[in-house]
């Protein structure tokens, strides 16, 4: 059964203290997301990862960084958390192949739901 | 403007009803189109995945695209409570692994019993 994991589901932090945010997949998996959701914003993309140690911006990646040393983890990274990164953050990950019907389903774990104070 | 646009609801119907849920976008180069549903306090799961234009039926869910319009729907027959949810249209212009699905922002439905 396919499973993505993240490491909390809920986590309250402190501005300016730095933040990690781990998800894990136990499908062989190439392509990794982290997305934060708002409510009236929907799913917005800060990073994704195509491979082990590659990594790109998505649609909103300032104060974020992200790390994926292992194929099956990708970590993202408050270096500084704020208050306006209070959110829903969400991990996918996805793969391609011509033998699964060519679709780019991506799956998603639990969300972490993170409060800056 | 939105890339994509979506009736942020809620939307409560009662059990039994049809339900339609829509969404327009404005890139023309989106080929791929799918329908997350999202339970309260889950992260989404793909429900229906289609390619261009028509239609597409699976139970009692049916996926509509129209590309001339830049709209897409899913229509829910017979709802059931257990349908509640959270529903996110998503999009992207090609169809590997590493495309970036572009999201709506979801409509809350709520099925009453």
């Known amino acids: 059964d396919v499973k993505v994991t993240q490491s909390s589901r809920y986590l309250v932090k402190r501005t300016g203290e730095k933040v990690f945010l781990e998800c894990v997949q136990d499908m062989d998996h190439e392509n990794m997301f982290w997305y934060r959701q708002d409510p009236g914003l929907g799913l917005r993309l800060i990073y994704f990862s195509y491979d082990v140690k590659m990594k790109e911006k998505g649609d909103i990646p300032e104060g974020y960084s992200v790390s994926r040393e292992k194929k099956e983890r990708f970590s993202l990274i408050l270096e500084s958390a704020s208050t306006n990164q209070t959110s829903m953050y969400l991990c996918a990950s996805s793969f391609w192949s011509y033998e699964a019907g060519g679709r780019n389903e991506q799956f998603f774990g639990p969300g972490t739901r993170l409060t800056v104070l | 403007q939105k890339e994509v646009e979506q009736d942020p609801g809620p939307l409560s119907v009662p059990e039994g009803a049809i339900v339609s849920l829509n969404c327009t976008y404005s890139?023309?180069?989106?080929?791929?189109f799918m329908w997350y549903r999202q339970y309260s306090r889950k992260g989404p799961e793909l429900l229906m995945y289609?390619?261009?234009?028509g239609n597409k039926e699976d139970g009692r869910f049916t996926a509509q695209v129209d590309k001339s319009s830049k709209y897409i729907s899913l229509f829910i027959r017979d709802s059931q409570p257990s349908d509640s949810a959270t529903y996110l249209c998503?999009?992207?212009?090609?169809?590997?692994?590493?495309?970036?699905?572009?999201f709506g922002t979801g409509t809350r439905l709520t099925i009453i019993p």
């Open positions: 998503a999009m992207s212009g090609g169809n590997f692994g590493n495309e970036k699905l572009t």
């Open positions: 289609t390619y261009s234009s």
């Open positions: 890139n023309s180069a989106f080929q791929y």
